[in-house]
């Protein structure tokens, strides 16, 4: 069961849906694995944030109605989620819906909605990057993981901005069917069977561009540039002209972030860039990024990624076949 709102992103609806329902390609002949429905305030069209219009099959009402269980209860996301918040009657249902549901599952900012319903409280969820500092402040109770892709905690699930939905709905289809039906319907679709990285791929250049104190703006770009060199709070601070404890104050104003992750997360960002596309050797690749030892970069690997090192370019180097050969690091 999918609840979608006025202003929802069409992707939110259409991803994992798409997903859940190809599975029914690599399964024996038989009944559908997923009977999906897509449920509104209403039935009947539903305005999305792109100006396609989706077709909702039941009313929140209509979908209680028989007092059934339900399977999979997924919650959307999008530019609507606002006004979805204050939605007494649509809260109500998530909460409602949530208690006969065999698991429950966000998409981007759903998780949004998830938490006003109260089904987060003292759970680790994830939500689009863009987002992560508002559920964690409005919702104090939830541990946001601002770098997961999906996060599952018990029986809810919550992925992260857009696509990654479809990298949940994968992960539900694996759970379901096995890993070789999961990796069948990746292929269809064409995508990772896991994803390379967390959000960190995107939020570090991201979180650069959108700071505004000039000091830290320069900070940001220093670090991305150079994160083989010593970059502790005190070499940062005395290169921002700063004092310890105003620096580290400044950044986490401008970043939300310590200085400590960032520059973590901007090695992480520039070691998976040399895994991906160099054959330099780990040893050598964890002194060029600052981690200065294998395993202090496996360790951060593990943080950010979920993979070692090693594991991340088994997967994730670009094979010299596909015409984006690998190219031999000068070093």
């Known amino acids: 069961m999918v609840l ?11 991803g994992p849906v798409e997903v859940l329902s190809g599975t029914r390609f690599f399964l024996p002949e038989g009944p559908a694995p997923y009977a999906i429905s897509v449920v509104a305030a ?5 305005p999305t944030t792109s100006g396609l219009t989706l077709e909702a099959d039941l009313s929140l009402a209509g979908a209680l109605a028989e007092d059934r269980e339900i399977d999979t209860l997924i919650v959307t ?6 006004s979805a918040l204050a ?8 909460r409602t819906a949530a208690a006969r ?3 429950v599952v966000s998409i981007c900012t759903g998780a949004m909605i998830l938490a006003e319903a109260g089904l987060l409280d003292g759970r680790r969820a994830s939500t689009h990057w863009w987002w992560c500092p508002l559920l964690e402040r409005r919702y104090p109770s939830v541990t946001v993981d601002r770098d997961a892709i999906f996060v599952r905690d018990g029986n809810v699930w919550t992925s992260a901005g857009v696509t990654s939905g479809m990298d949940l709905a994968l992960a539900l289809v694996e759970m379901d069917w096995g890993h070789e039906v999961a990796l069948q319907v990746a292929r269809y679709n064409v995508m990772y069977m896991m994803r390379p990285g967390g959000q960190s791929q995107f939020s570090a250049h991201l979180v650069a561009q959108n700071a505004e104190d000039p000091a830290i703006n320069e900070t940001l770009a220093h670090i991305l540039r150079n994160p083989g060199e010593a970059l502790s709070v005190t070499a940062l601070a005395a290169r921002a002209c700063l004092s310890e404890r105003t620096f580290a104050r400044r950044f986490k104003q401008e970043t939300g972030m310590t200085p400590a992750l960032y520059v973590e997360t901007a090695r992480v960002q520039a070691a998976r860039v040399a895994l991906e596309t160099t054959r330099a050797g780990i040893e050598q690749i964890a002194q060029q990024t600052g981690f200065l030892n294998a395993e202090r970069m496996r360790r951060a690997f593990h943080r950010h990624l979920g993979v070692s090192a090693i594991d991340y370019r088994q997967r994730f180097s670009r094979p010299p076949d596909t015409g984006l050969p690998i190219r031999d690091d000068p070093a």
């Not at 939605?87 to 109500?92: G, R």
């Open 101 to 103: 549901s065999r698991r």
């Open 77 to 82: 996301g999008g530019h609507g989620t606002m």
């Open 4 to 14: 979608t709102y006025p202003e929802a992103h069409v992707l939110d609806v259409a």
């Open 87 to 94: 939605d007494e009657a649509l809260i109500s249902f998530v």
């Open 42 to 46: 209403r039935p009947g069209p539903v």
